[in-house]
């Protein structure tokens, strides 16, 4: 538990550090998602707010997200389903394998991507930020299932 508060205060030093008011909502916010070791929806952040202090108003704690996703301490992705889902942006980045099949996510090494990146920046002179992908594709369970028997 040390750790995630020294993470927090960290995290709360970044968001003064950008230049933003650190508002009660947003630190709560920034809490929720530090705290939690899964990505949350919005919902799901909303939920865990609330469970703390009943009456927040519901587009605060959503503008919050979305601020603190715009300066860059917590990233949003699509791990399908069409839902976003909140995550604390965490040094190293790490990835996502998601099966279409059977919607189970692996993490990714980010040393994968690492030379990706400097290809990329290479070639076309962009600095890609790959931070936090979900790559989509068949998880090894599912290609071995339908490989064999057609049934699922
Ligand atoms: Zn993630
Ligand atoms: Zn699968």
Redesign the pocket.
């Known amino acids: 538990m040390n750790r995630s508060t020294n993470d927090h205060r960290e995290l709360v030093q970044s968001l003064r550090g950008s230049g933003h008011r650190l508002t009660p909502q947003r630190e709560m916010v920034l809490g929720v998602i530090a705290d939690s070791e899964t990505h949350l929806t919005a919902e799901q952040v909303l939920a865990r707010v609330r469970k703390q202090h009943p009456h927040l108003n519901k587009s605060a704690v959503y503008r919050s997200l979305d601020l603190l996703t715009e300066i860059g301490l917590v990233t949003v992705t699509d791990l399908g389903g069409g839902k976003s889902e909140y995550e604390l942006l965490r040094q190293p980045s790490h990835h996502h394998l998601v ?1 279409n ?2 919607k ?1 996510v692996t993490v990714m090494d980010n040393a994968l991507l690492v030379p990706l990146g400097r290809k990329i920046k290479a070639k076309y002179g962009f600095q890609p930020s790959l931070h936090h992908f979900a790559i989509f594709g ?2 090894h ?2 290609q071995t299932r339908s490989a064999g028997h057609k049934k699922r």
Do not use: I, P, S, V
């Open positions: 099966c099949k059977c189970h068949t998880c369970k599912c």
